[in-house]
């Protein structure tokens, strides 16, 4: 069943466009982030979706109910949709155990004794309950306060870069058990970040935004090596751009001539751009075409390394830092993949 629709969605601030044309589905269970550079608008849309902003025009649904159109919206508080800040907006004065069942004070002691330790076992905090925000570390109170916004079990859970404030190694481990806390409950949710590595660990779906529209919806792997515009490939992972020719036998590039994932829309003789990710590219002494390594930089497992082709292109690869290669060295690569995305030249 399809938990959040959103059909055309757009939103203006004083006649200027922030929202253009946004849809997307999002099925029961899944959980999706929404990524893109700082102003792109996907505070604004996840706001739209919790019911603090307005439409212009469009559409938002939530298991078949209507929650917002360009002439009603829906209180938030009647949309059963919870909420995690980026500054995790405990309160202070109240215990672990007030927190978490704040948003189902109103039910039985019974009922809310057992939701208060369901979830603290849940979130790995069984003992902690009589403590306050203050005794706990960032990641402990990032779990209360995720604790808090499922404990009334909300039919969708939006989190606002939740892990912002945090170092990077505990942003890794957070997004990994946010994620089984989740799935456990079987919560729907949308995350904004602007963070890749986030959104890879978190994500089902994910959608790239950039100037107020959505340039693509799926998986990290669709996104990743079948991205539809030039903006999602340098947005998702590192991108090698290579000048390339249209030919009957496939695109015409500076490592040789070679296939594409499809060549719909382009006809012989187009120049294109092809999308080379770094561990495309492979040492290949025999058939590869040859290159000189002019810069590397240390990954702990492998090296980064720059290349210099005989077009004077520039193009980055990723080997062993167990592999002994000096810099101006002269190497030969070819490609272990012959499906590659095109973009039309700008």
């Known amino acids: 069943m399809s938990l959040l629709v959103l059909s055309h969605v757009e939103l203006a601030y004083q006649q200027q466009s922030v929202l253009e044309s946004v849809s997307l589905t999002l099925q029961g269970g899944e959980i999706a982030c929404l990524l893109g550079p700082s102003g792109c608008g996907?505070?604004?849309?996840?706001?739209a979706i919790a019911g603090f902003k307005s439409l212009s025009s469009g559409t938002i649904e939530s298991a078949?109910?209507?929650?917002?159109?360009?002439?009603?919206?829906?209180?938030?508080?009647?949309?059963?949709?919870?909420?995690?800040f980026q500054d995790f907006a405990l309160f202070p004065h109240l215990s672990v155990a007030d927190n978490i069942c704040f948003?189902?004070?109103?039910?039985?002691?019974?009922?809310?004794?057992?939701?208060?330790?369901?979830l603290l076992k849940l979130i790995g905090l069984l003992g902690s309950d009589q403590k306050y925000p203050h005794e706990l570390?960032?990641?402990?109170?990032?779990?209360?306060?995720l604790a808090r916004a499922i404990a009334p079990k909300p039919?969708?859970?939006?989190?606002?870069?939740?892990?912002?404030?945090?170092?990077?190694?505990?942003?890794?481990?957070?997004?990994k058990e946010i994620r089984r806390i989740l799935k456990a409950e079987k919560i729907t949710a949308v995350m904004v970040t602007h963070d890749q590595h986030e959104a890879f660990s978190m994500a089902?779906?994910?959608?790239?935004?950039s100037g107020g529209q959505l340039l693509q919806w799926g998986s990290a792997q669709t996104l990743y090596h079948h991205p539809k515009t030039a903006f999602v490939a340098r947005f998702i992972g590192r991108s090698n751009f290579l000048e390339g020719t249209v030919s009957d036998g496939g695109v015409k590039t500076a490592i040789g001539t070679v296939s594409a994932a499809s060549l719909s829309g382009h006809k012989s003789g187009d120049t294109v751009k092809?999308?080379?990710?770094?561990?495309?590219?492979?040492l290949d002494q025999k058939n590869g075409v040859p290159a000189t390594l002019i810069s590397r930089d240390f990954r702990g497992g492998y090296y980064l390394y720059t290349l210099r082709l005989p077009s004077d292109e520039i193009?980055?690869?990723?080997?062993?830092?167990?592999?002994?290669?000096?810099?101006?060295?002269?190497?030969?690569?070819?490609?272990?993949?012959?499906q590659l995305s095109l973009f039309a030249n700008p």
Do not use: C, W
């Open 42 to 47: 996907k505070t604004t849309l996840l706001r």
């Open 64 to 84: 078949g109910e209507v929650l917002s159109t360009s002439t009603q919206t829906l209180a938030p508080e009647k949309r059963r949709i919870g909420m995690v």
């Open 103 to 118: 948003g189902i004070r109103n039910q039985n002691k019974a009922s809310r004794q057992s939701r208060l330790q369901e």
């Open 137 to 145: 570390s960032g990641g402990q109170q990032q779990r209360v306060a």
């Open 155 to 175: 039919r969708l859970l939006l989190l606002d870069e939740p892990f912002a404030s945090m170092d990077v190694e505990l942003r890794g481990t957070l997004a």
């Open 204 to 209: 089902d779906q994910i959608g790239v935004l």
């Open 274 to 282: 092809v999308l080379v990710r770094p561990e495309y590219l492979q």
């Open 315 to 338: 193009v980055q690869m990723l080997l062993s830092s167990l592999a002994d290669h000096e810099l101006g060295e002269s190497v030969a690569i070819s490609l272990s993949t012959d």
